[in-house]
């Protein structure tokens, strides 16, 4: 009986030694599908980690979405094996027009793709000087598809690169009744207490659609004061 223990106990031993090394040597994907979330062939600025894509491989056993999330400044990236996918988007997620269909993607090695949308409103021109205490930015807010209304404008600075509505050390909100879509805009901000005194701060112009959760941004800059 003693004997049979011993052989069950080496038995499971040998075998779940044999799950591990197996385990271990899982070979990682290596091929790397990157690109940029782009209008007009310009990329597009968002929420850092905002807005989530999705891949599908079809032909497995194992058929779920591989999320990927796009950076601030457009961008994203995501390692994976090579072979056919399909890049789709999700409803209501970007400050886009919905976008159904799919995107085939062919991944063998690097692949590089840009993604256009079509934004309901976009940022242009974004300029900031600094006074004393007082920044003065300059924009223009486009109308693309209005069919959805604008909301605001708002300008986001912060600390560090990653400055956004959620992530900021103060705002300006400026509300879709004092823009005039096409008209460049001047606005004079406060530069606030918590970021007085620094040789430098990072700022933003975004841009809300009603009932769109996502804003739309220019591109992060650094300004000096």
């Given at each position: 009986m003693k004997l049979n223990i011993i052989k069950s106990c080496l038995l499971l031993v040998l075998g779940l030694?044999?799950?591990?090394?197996?385990?271990?040597?899982?070979?990682?994907?290596?091929?790397?599908?990157?690109?940029?979330?782009?209008?007009?062939?310009?990329?597009?600025?968002l929420r850092s980690?905002?807005?989530?894509?999705?891949?599908?491989?079809?032909?497995?056993?194992?058929?779920?979405?591989?999320?990927?999330?796009?950076a601030q400044d457009g961008t994203f990236s995501a390692k994976l094996f090579n072979g056919d996918y399909k890049l789709t988007f999700i409803r209501g997620n970007g400050p886009w027009m919905d976008r159904t269909d799919s995107i085939?993607?062919?991944?063998?090695?690097?692949?590089?793709?840009?993604?256009?949308?079509?934004?309901?409103y976009t940022i242009s021109e974004p300029s900031y000087s600094v006074s004393g205490s007082t920044m003065t930015v300059n924009f223009t807010v486009n109308g693309v598809n209005t069919s959805s209304d604008l909301e605001l404008a708002g300008i986001y600075m912060g600390r560090t690169l990653i400055t956004d509505?959620?992530?900021?050390?103060?705002?300006?909100?400026?509300?879709?009744?004092?823009?005039?879509?096409?008209?460049?805009m001047s606005v004079d901000v406060e530069?606030?207490?918590?970021?007085?005194?620094?040789?430098?701060?990072?700022?933003?112009?975004g841009v809300k659609t009603l009932g769109v959760q996502e804003l739309l941004y220019s591109q992060v800059e650094n300004v000096d004061l």
């Open positions: 030694a044999a799950a591990s090394c197996e385990y271990d040597n899982f070979e990682e994907p290596k091929s790397t599908l990157t690109g940029r979330i782009v209008y007009e062939g310009e990329p597009i600025g980690q905002g807005v989530e894509l999705e891949l599908w491989q079809h032909g497995y056993e194992l058929f779920q979405k591989i999320p990927v999330y796009v085939d993607v062919q991944v063998s090695g690097t692949q590089m793709l840009d993604v256009e949308v079509d934004p309901y509505a959620v992530r900021n050390e103060g705002a300006v909100i400026i509300p879709a009744g004092d823009i005039t879509l096409g008209t460049p530069i606030p207490a918590g970021l007085a005194g620094r040789s430098d701060v990072f700022v933003r112009v």
